[in-house]
Antibody, heavy 116, light 113 residues
Framework: QVQLQQSGAELVKPGSSVKMSCKAS????????IYWIKQRPGQGLEWIGR????????NYNEKFKGKATFTVDKSSSTAYMQLSSLTPEDTAVYYC?????????WGQGTLVTVSS | DIVMTQSPSSLAVSAGETVTINCKSSQSLFGSVRQKNYLAWYQQKPGQSPKLLIYLASTRESGVPDRFIGSGSGTDFTLTISSVQAEDLANYYCQQYYDTPWTFGGGTKLELK
């Protein structure tokens, strides 16, 4: 079965960066885009962008250009998202997801807390 | 960006009631090539990831109970939950995947009356 296993919670300082992972299993990793979605505490959902693991092709929501960077490691079927220049507004749960048509598969989320 | 507006933002219900959640998009989500509406509905319970309920506006995801019904076309969509059960108390989000950036509605919190 399709599974997306995300890395654990992070507590980071303002101005720093954080890199989180999303390990895929149960399907051919290079055949489907991995999507990243942000959810601030008690708030709604925002689409950050996507990466095609086979091609390395990326698409970013304009709002997150310069903030988020997507990479993959095909050998371990893992997608990564790095967030830079962190501020308290980046405090959120970050999900990775995979589509069938809509987002049918989600990771459990990585909580990033930005605090001094 | 396509703006998704959900209403109401919260809804208090009793078990067994039928509820309706509305979602309006700022532009049509109907794709003329495939003749489909690119609109999905998700359920999110506290501390959990969102769960896909409905895609293409009206198609239930595998395993989703048939009391969840999606309808609508173009810019106006509805999620109806018939005979609400206690396990349905959650937040519900609509999402368009017609055009990037894909965007979500602000959510509807379904609470117990």
């Amino acid at each position: 079965q399709v599974q997306l296993q995300q890395s654990g919670a992070e507590l980071v300082k303002p101005g720093s960066s954080v890199k989180m992972s999303c390990k895929a299993s149960g399907y051919t990793f290079t055949s489907y885009y991995i999507y990243w979605i942000k959810q601030r505490p008690g708030q709604g959902l925002e689409w950050i962008g996507r990466i095609g693991p086979g091609s390395g092709d990326t698409n970013y929501n304009e709002k997150f250009k310069g903030k988020a960077t997507f990479t993959v490691d095909k050998s371990s079927s893992t997608a990564y998202m790095q967030l830079s220049s962190l501020t308290p507004e980046d405090t959120a749960v970050y999900y990775c997801a995979r589509r069938t048509t809509a987002f049918a598969y989600w990771g459990q989320g990585t909580l990033v807390t930005v605090s001094s | 960006d396509i703006v998704m507006t959900q209403s109401p933002s919260s809804l208090a219900v009793s078990a067994g009631e039928t509820v309706t959640i509305n979602c309006k998009s700022s532009q049509s989500l109907f794709g003329s090539v495939r003749q489909k509406n690119y609109l999905a509905w998700y359920q999110q319970k506290p501390g959990q990831s969102p769960k896909l309920l409905i895609y293409l506006a009206s198609t239930r995801e595998s395993g989703v109970p048939d009391r969840f019904i999606g309808s609508g076309s173009g810019t106006d969509f509805t999620l109806t939950i018939s005979s609400v059960q206690a396990e349905d108390l959650a937040n519900y989000y609509c999402q368009q995947y017609y055009d990037t950036p894909w965007t979500f509605g602000g959510g509807t919190k379904l609470e117990l009356k």
